[in-house]
């Protein structure tokens, strides 16, 4: 039932954000359904630490580990995004008169990054990831800017691109899990099952069909260039819901596959996906230095974290495994902050560009504290979580003997943390060029940021038993050795 | 042929013969409204190609699939084009390409050779003489679509392409997953009509805005080196 309520609840949202009296109170609505949303997201999960899977409707919507970790982590950043948007939208002061518009579609969008984790059928999860597409078209180009327009038409053509691309995907997984003797319903389980019995050429056909397709869309280079531009100009609240998790739930459905490829025992796709994800980890690494646009610094910052995440699944060992999910929700957590205080910045500085802000530690010390903070967590300094997972996804690759691939690994990372805090430091420290001392920053702002902060710092000192057995439970899905 | 064909299947090979020619002509059309009539063209092959199917593996399945894609695709699909993007399909008529057409058509051409050599190591899984002519045309027809997509810079033949595409892998989807549910496949034609409805007003935004339709033409943002001082 929980898992039906956790579907509806946005979709709810979105109608009642519709109706015309009810527009004025559409941000309030959607604050309250996207955090009881996130409520049950956490029953949801501390039922399946229970029973290890839970069934909404059979065949339809199931979670199991990885579901629910994906469940909270989508649910946790739709709600703290929602409440930032309030304010952060309203002292814009363009297109009030639209607002309710904009929280209609961004309640359609938190409901297709919702769908998509609780859904067992493969078939249906393509669906869900092509209306996230389509719903975050129209948030990327809400504020009909020219350069927001261009950003939004690069952002669909590269990305619809890929959806019928995976759409052959699916469909030949299909033609496989059916000449592999299945039966009853596709769903991931039941292909998992008939991972032995699937012929090999036909699972290789369309694990590569879908990732091509789904990796446009996760961010993945050499198809990553929309995503910069999506992510700078979107409205903020809206790119810490992309970058956090919108990359992240088609990258869920490739590694899925990508597990029930590597139980066949195609342990060569494995090998792939290391040099792919090194790959985007690079080019996002050596993009970071050059980067003018602070936004665009995070944006690019998703990739690395992608790749990252796309090589420890390709090293499939437990450990790796392990690494590889808390990466997952250390990204989703961190990246959404630091779209929370680049917006804040955005609305208070008024400017995009790193080089006209100096100082931000003396124009306001909030914003200039949680920047530098928010940046070290997300490059990987060590009291932060993101150090504690890449650190564990580089042990378990030394472990399984990878070194060549830990040690190129390793170097983007530092190059990654150096051009990150480069960039920071010339915002952050210095004497401000601006005359203005005291910037007000905006209520639901800072309480969305506060709020984020907590998990950034408390992950990285001490794990709740509970989580490490959701990740634990999330990291078996992914079907390492 | 390597096994027995009855008549609805060597149909079906006409139709497929003809959705190949009219992803080669989508490439060579210069025209917007052209490209336009071509898909619907295509589409209706697809459609007939799922009755024929249909027919021959008495499958109510598939008559349902070519239903909706009728339905889509040949009525919706050209009907929402024409509401949103009237005067945007009628104001530039010839269409800028980064190649001449003999070149693309060149390049067409190999990729629907590539896509046979690419499913040839999958042949030899079926002796199916409906899946080794519907998937690698199916996987011809998607490729053809990207490569229009890259190739031109105006908004509805891309919006096209990708529709195009899409009738490529429903055309090898129909002989490799006839029994897909139809729910999913009901979703997938509501996704299609979605994309058309999206993409098309997103095409009338940027028109109003910024004047013009040539995706060529939208150039600002990218990555410059910065200046370190």
């Known amino acids: 039932m929980a898992l039906i309520a956790i579907v509806s609840l946005p979709l709810l949202a979105a109608f009642l954000c519709w109706i015309p009296i009810l527009r004025r109170a559409a941000w309030i609505i959607s604050v309250i359904c996207l955090f009881l949303d996130f409520v049950l997201a956490l029953f949801v999960s501390h039922q399946v630490i229970q029973t290890s899977i839970v069934v909404g409707v059979r065949g339809w919507l199931e979670a199991d580990g990885l579901s629910a ?29 639209r607002l309710w518009w904009f929280y209609c579609n961004y309640n359609l969008l938190a409901f297709a990054l919702i769908v998509v984790p609780a859904l067992a059928d493969p078939n249906l999860v393509w669906v869900g990831v092509e209306l996230i ?13 020219a350069s927001a327009l261009e950003a939004a038409w690069k952002y669909s053509v590269l990305t619809i691109m890929g959806a019928p691309i995976s759409l052959l995907g699916f469909l030949v997984l299909f033609w496989a899990y059916r000449s592999g003797g299945g039966t009853g319903q596709e769903t991931w389980s039941s292909l998992t099952l008939a991972a032995h019995t699937m012929p090999p050429s036909l699972l290789r056909l369309a694990f590569l069909l879908v990732f091509v397709g789904f990796g446009t869309k996760a961010g993945l280079a050499p198809m990553h260039t929309w995503l910069p531009d999506a992510h700078s100009q979107a409205p903020s609240p809206v790119c810490a819901v992309l970058s956090g998790v919108k990359t992240s739930v088609p990258l869920y459905a490739i590694l899925r596959l990508l597990s029930i490829v590597l139980v066949s025992g195609e342990a060569r796709m494995g090998r792939w996906m290391m040099v792919i994800g090194l790959v985007s980890v690079a080019i996002a690494a ?4 050059q980067v003018r646009e602070y936004k665009r610094m ?25 690494g590889a999910v808390s990466q997952m929700l250390n990204h989703s957590i961190t990246k959404s902050l630091c779209f929370y ?37 997300i490059a990987g300094a060590p009291p932060f979580p993101i150090f504690l997972s890449e650190y564990s996804i580089l042990s378990a690759g030394l472990r399984a003997g990878h070194y060549l691939a830990v040690v190129i690994l390793a170097a983007l990372i530092v190059l990654a943390f150096i051009g990150i805090m480069l960039q920071v430091n010339r915002m952050v420290f210095g004497r401000p060029d601006w005359p203005r001392q005291d910037v007000g920053v905006p209520l639901t702002c800072r309480i969305a940021v506060i709020a984020a902060v907590l998990p950034v710092i408390v992950l990285g000192v001490y794990i709740p038993s509970p989580v490490h057995s959701l990740l634990q439970l999330a990291a078996r899905q992914l079907g390492g050795r | ?38 898909f619907i063209i ?64 060149l390049l ?20 199916d003489p409906v899946i080794r002519i519907n998937l690698p045309i199916g996987l011809a027809g998607v490729l053809i679509g990207a490569f229009s997509l890259v190739a031109r810079r105006e908004a509805v033949p891309q919006l096209i392409g990708i529709l195009a595409m899409e009738n490529g892998a429903f055309f090898a989807g129909i002989a490799i997953a006839a029994e897909l549910p139809l729910i999913a496949e009901l979703t997938v034609a509501f996704n299609v009509i979605l994309i058309t409805v999206i993409i098309g007003l997103l095409a009338r935004n940027i028109k109003e805005t910024i004047g013009t339709t040539e995706a060529g033409a939208l150039t600002e943002l990218k990555e410059e080196p910065v200046s370190w001082r």
């Open chain 1, 69 to 97: 970790l994906m469940l909270v982590l989508v649910s946790f950043v739709c709600a703290l995004a929602a409440l930032f948007a309030g304010d952060e939208m309203r002292h814009n002061g363009k297109h009030l008169h």
């Open chain 1, 133 to 145: 597409t389509l719903f975050a078209i129209l948030l990327v180009g809400f504020e009909t800017t």
């Open chain 1, 286 to 289: 050596f993009l970071l230095l």
């Open chain 1, 298 to 322: 995070f944006a690019y910052s998703t990739v690395e974290h992608m790749g990252i995440i796309l090589t420890a699944a390709g090293l499939s060992t437990q450990a790796s495994d392990f």
């Open chain 1, 341 to 377: 205080v680049a917006g804040t910045v955005l609305v208070t500085m008024e400017t995009r560009e790193i080089k006209s802000i100096r100082g931000l530690l003396r124009v306001s010390p909030f914003m200039g504290a949680t920047l530098l903070l928010c940046a070290l967590a």
């Open chain 2, 1 to 38: 042929m390597p096994a027995q064909m009855s008549v609805p299947e060597a149909l079906n090979t006409l139709c497929a013969g003809l959705v190949l020619i009219s992803a080669f002509a989508m490439v060579a059309t210069r025209q917007v409204q052209g490209v336009v009539r071509f």
């Open chain 2, 42 to 105: 295509q589409s209706l092959l697809l459609a007939a190609s799922c009755f024929l199917l249909g027919f021959s593996q008495h499958s109510m399945h598939l008559y349902a699939l070519g239903t909706i894609t009728i339905v889509a695709k040949v009525i919706a699909i050209p009907w929402v084009l024409k509401r949103t993007l009237a005067r945007v399909l009628y104001v530039r008529r010839e269409i800028d390409q980064v190649f001449n057409i003999p070149a693309s058509l």
């Open chain 2, 108 to 127: 067409a051409l190999l990729l629907a050779i590539f896509s046979v050599l690419l499913v040839s190591p999958i042949m030899s899984v079926t002796p």
